[in-house]
């Protein structure tokens, strides 16, 4: 069946015990990408090795190296996939896909997801749900309602191009959603589409540390204290999400008192403001 063009682009640094499973996720798929291409930033285990076992059969993957450019907090994620970017080949694609080297999901993932957006093609920016497994049990993972998720981004081309892309810094994955909303496209999950995290978030750094970068990024977006303060009352009121809860608003708190660094967009934040005022008033809103 004739399916809408894609590209994906996925960062990776030591994934060795999760990378084959994306690996036969995506090379299972119904509808297959175009090109993937996997950027190795610096990885000191075996999974450069096996990206190149898989790129030996399927050359529509291929491996390319980070120069292990100055990190910056958020940001470096940003860089990487900018890095892959520079490295597709093809000239026509509609969606270009942002994956983790942590997942997997089923077969028809990418099918589902290209009906979706060929049956609205007000859809500019959507992605799977994060699942985890406890005690056996896949649990969906913890994200702001509506909020696309950052591991499995799929952007309409058309609508990329319109937000100008991804910013290099914290919230990247929450403003490239927010400036499609302000531009008139749809941004969402797709509820069916289930996707398995096998590095859930908050391990690569531990929850207080990934607590505290959200909040910093909350900060960074401009997200309005109110509302931050209702995100924060959420999450500690969740079971196992009470450290989680404390770190945001640790991270936003310091970054308020040391007036660090906004998003210089003041029609973003504007935005932003009104519509998270809209939702803690059980308006509707669109963000």
Same mark, same amino acid.
């Given at each position: ?6 590209? @994906?682009?996925?960062?990776?640094? &030591?994934?060795?015990? $999760? ?37 030996? =059969?399927?050359? +529509? ?5 980070? &120069? ?13 996939? $900018? ?12 969606? !270009?896909? *942002?994956?983790?080297? %942590? ?11 290209? =009906?979706?957006?060929?049956? &609205?093609?007000?859809? #500019? ?11 056996? =049990? ?15 981004? @799929? ?16 919230? +990247?994955?929450? !403003?490239?959603? @927010?400036?499609?909303?302000?531009? #008139? +496209? ?37 997200? /309005? ?39 210089? %967009?003041?029609?973003? @934040? &504007?935005?932003?403001? *009104? /519509?998270?005022?809209? *939702?803690?008033?059980?308006? *509707?809103?669109?963000?």
């Amino acid at each position: 069946m004739q399916h809408s063009p894609y590209v @994906i682009i996925s960062p990776m640094k &030591n994934e060795e015990r $999760y990378v084959a499973q994306t690996l036969d996720s995506v090379v299972g798929q119904t509808a297959p990408p175009l090109e993937w291409v996997i950027v190795n930033d610096g990885s000191t285990d075996r999974s450069p090795d096996i990206v190149s076992q898989y790129a030996r =059969q399927y050359p +529509w993957i291929r491996l390319v190296h980070s &120069n292990a450019s100055k990190r910056s907090r958020g940001g470096h994620v940003v860089d990487l996939f $900018y890095k892959g970017f520079e490295h597709i080949k093809a000239k026509h694609f509609d969606f !270009i896909v *942002k994956l983790d080297c %942590d997942l997997s999901f089923a077969g028809d993932f990418f099918a589902v997801a290209l =009906q979706h957006l060929d049956d &609205n093609p007000r859809l #500019g920016v959507t992605s799977g749900i994060s699942h985890i497994m406890i005690d056996g =049990q896949l649990v969906a993972e913890g994200a702001a309602p509506g909020h696309t998720l950052g591991a499995s981004k @799929i952007y309409r081309y058309s609508c990329f191009q319109d937000i100008g892309g991804l910013v290099r810094s914290m919230g +990247w994955d929450g !403003i490239d959603e @927010i400036k499609a909303r302000m531009l #008139g +496209w749809e941004a969402r999950p797709i509820r069916e589409l289930v996707v398995l995290h096998h590095r859930p978030e908050g391990k690569q750094l531990g929850t207080f540390a990934s607590g505290l970068e959200r909040g910093r990024g909350s900060y960074f977006m401009g997200y /309005h204290p109110m509302f931050l303060m209702a995100r924060v009352c959420r999450q500690i009121l969740r079971p196992r999400h009470f450290v989680d809860g404390i770190a945001m608003f640790a991270g936003y708190t310091s970054a308020l008192l040391k007036r660090e660094e906004r998003i210089p %967009d003041s029609s973003f @934040i &504007n935005f932003l403001r *009104k /519509h998270q005022l809209r *939702k803690l008033l059980m308006l *509707k809103s669109e963000v």
